[in-house]
């Protein structure tokens, strides 16, 4: 870990909250879209033991500092602002930022999906006078390596954007938060299994090291889970190769279901969609990732079909270093890839991974069996494996059916 945050206010919490997850079906080609504050809407550092150095200060909108000077773009990924996961959390936390603090804000859409068009975007928003930028997503990389030293004087601020996908070398003029995702995984398939759940599924994206991580926590806790309960636990493991759903991976869903698969852990933006068409056929439940999707997906393909939410504080991670640049305090952020993930054993609204607060609690885990989980990862009781450099995940009491990518 670099250095510690500094405690500023946020404006969001965590626990209510790819890199690769967080991208979407890419964007038709068309025009660039900006549109102002008023618009509708890889190798982190190891961290086995699961404590982050992150701040956490809990309250927030209220302006302390300066921000006369601050203009803030932001350019969303192959995605828009309603994917219900990284552009919608992001953008909406920029949003709220700029309105609570009177900053210009925008946000810029690419016209497809190339380094090329995101190094235009960001073109156009430093030519348009911003002098920060808010970019979602590690297919960031190279368009922050391409434009970070042509504009130092702008402030760069990456959400999952790891040193591996920045070349290796951060310019001063760049700060990228990463997060712990091996243990709202860890946490969500231990979820599940004590919940009564023993048929899972992981449906993955690409399997870039983000969603490995989702993944291989996901098959932990889940392992974890079965040896405490003594429940046979069988897990179907797969990529789509992609960040949007298709009928080709929605059939391989159905296939999966219609065999007596219970809850997928759809991990890889917009690919829920092919995970609740088919959940919706049979009963079956999802879990969502980045975000609480539970409205989303319950809304769009049935009522009580999402149990929970694997999450990172995107919003939180937005707002805090937002904050920091009202108060003058760049200088504790610049130059960095900060590793986030779990700040406190007793307020979850202080972390910045965890479960959703919509999640479906039961007899077998309830709100205090959640807790505890927390605090013995916090407190090191409990360690999870970030390792992605295995071929596919590995489980010693659960069974596993890795079937590499559907398609």
């Known amino acids: 870990m670099k250095k510690k945050l500094l405690a500023v206010i946020m404006a969001a919490t965590m626990v209510s909250s790819l890199a690769a997850c967080g991208a979407s079906e890419p964007a038709p080609q068309q025009n660039a879209d900006t549109t102002t504050a008023d618009a509708p809407a890889d190798k982190p550092a190891d961290n086995a033991e699961a404590k982050s150095d992150a701040p956490a200060a809990t309250e927030t909108t209220e302006a302390t500092g300066d921000a006369s000077d601050m203009k803030v773009a932001m350019v969303t990924d192959y995605g828009d602002i309603t994917d219900e996961s990284f552009n919608q959390s992001t953008y909406e936390a920029c949003k709220a930022f700029g309105e609570a603090n009177s900053v210009d804000f925008t946000y810029y859409k690419p016209e497809g999906d190339s380094t090329a068009e995101r190094v235009a975007m ?3 928003a430093v030519a348009d006078g911003y002098n920060i930028v808010v970019m979602p997503g590690y297919a960031f990389g190279e368009a922050i390596q391409e434009t970070a030293d042509m504009y130092p004087d702008v402030k760069f601020v990456a959400l999952d954007v790891s040193e591996f996908d920045l070349g290796g ?10 997060y712990q995702e091996e243990l709202p995984g860890y946490m969500a398939g231990y979820a599940a299994v004590k919940m009564g759940y023993t048929k899972l599924g992981f449906l993955g994206g690409m399997a870039v090291p983000a969603v490995i991580r989702y993944g291989y926590g ?10 405490e309960t003594g429940a046979a636990v069988e897990i179907n493991y797969a990529y789509g190769n992609q960040f949007y759903g298709d009928s080709d991976i929605t059939a391989a869903m159905d296939t999966w279901y219609q065999g007596g698969t219970e809850v997928v852990f759809a991990c890889g933006g917009g690919i829920f969609t092919s995970a609740a068409e088919a959940a919706a056929k049979v009963n079956g439940k999802v879990i969502g990732v980045d975000v609480d999707q539970k409205s989303k997906i319950d809304g769009d393909y049935g009522e009580g079909m999402t149990i929970t939410s694997a999450m990172k504080g995107l919003q939180a991670t937005v707002n805090t270093v937002l904050s920091a640049i009202r108060d003058g305090k760049w200088d504790s952020y610049a130059g960095q890839v900060q590793n986030l993930g779990l700040v406190s054993a007793d307020d979850l ?13 039961n007899d077998t885990f309830t709100v205090d069996d959640y ?22 995940p590995s489980a010693t009491t659960a069974k596993i059916n890795f079937q590499g990518n559907i398609k």
């Open 122 to 124: 960001i073109d156009k």
């Open 169 to 178: 070398t951060v310019s001063p003029n760049v700060f990228s938060a990463v």
């Open 218 to 227: 996901f098959v932990q806790g889940a392992d974890a889970a079965a040896a």
């Open 349 to 361: 609204s202080l972390n910045y991974v965890g479960l959703a607060d919509s999640t479906v609690y």
């Open 371 to 392: 807790k505890k989980l927390v605090a013995d990862m916090a407190n090191g009781v409990i360690t999870v494996s970030n390792d992605s450099s295995a071929e596919q």
